[in-house]
């Protein structure tokens, strides 16, 4: 079956860094998306990858292994703001996207 | 704003009534989508639509019933629903061509509620 695996909840603190990891097992890979969703509100896109290596976009970076399946979004200088559900989904060999629960993500003042 | 509008967001049904949601997307996409999102769950692809035509049904209840009538619009028919089918409906639409970058933009939502 196909599975993608990310923490179900972390915490961090105002100003900090945190990682979020997502590990995947599907049948074929056509890229990796990272979304953020706040509470009651849409999931936006954050980022994709299809080849390996760390793709920077301000405060967020995400990063892909595809020999590992696994990627990462990096979050720094973690905003209030920033409290919200993170989610993780890849495109299979037949397109479809395959999600993640998400990972709630709590900032501490 | 993300370009993808859902009403009304916020339903209370009892499992007797009929009720449908409505989406639209002002981006200009070629396929609608119709997920389900529970608490702590993945999200569930419910049906999708390309070029208004259904290329996706995965195994949903016949009491949900999808109906596009163009590109830009979307709906979901429910009809003598079941508690367990609280949840949150996403919308989303995206332009989809042959590259795996496609993005789908999402709408806010509807938080459904069935007594």
């Known amino acids: 079956g196909q599975n993608i695996d990310q923490p179900t909840e972390m915490t961090a603190t105002e100003g900090a860094i945190v990682q979020i990891n997502c590990t995947y097992q599907t049948s074929g890979f056509n890229g990796l998306f990272w979304y953020q969703q706040h509470a009651g509100e849409a999931p936006t896109f954050l980022s994709y990858n299809v080849l390996d290596g760390l793709e920077e976009k301000g405060r967020f970076s995400s990063f892909l292994s595809r020999s590992k399946g696994y990627s990462y979004l990096l979050l720094k200088e973690l905003q209030m703001k920033d409290s919200a559900s993170y989610l993780c989904?890849?495109?299979?060999?037949?397109?479809?996207?395959?999600w993640g629960a998400g990972t709630k993500l709590i900032i501490k003042p | 704003e993300t370009g993808v509008t859902q009403t009304p967001r916020h339903l209370v049904m009892g499992m007797t009534n009929k009720k449908s949601l409505k989406c639209e997307q002002h981006l200009g996409h070629n396929a609608m989508y119709w997920y389900k999102q529970s608490a702590k769950k993945p999200l569930e692809l419910m049906f999708v639509y390309n070029f208004k035509e259904q290329t996706e049904n995965n195994s949903v209840p016949s009491r949900f019933s999808p109906e596009c009538p163009n590109s830009s619009h979307l709906f979901l028919h429910l009809h003598t629903l079941q508690p367990e089918d609280s949840a949150l409906y996403l919308c989303?639409?995206?332009?989809?061509?042959?590259?795996?970058?496609?993005?789908?933009?999402f709408g806010p939502g509807t938080r459904l509620t069935v007594l």
């Open positions: 989303a639409s995206s332009q989809e061509g042959t590259s795996g970058a496609d993005t789908q933009y």
């Open positions: 989904a890849v495109r299979d060999s037949n397109y479809q996207l395959i």
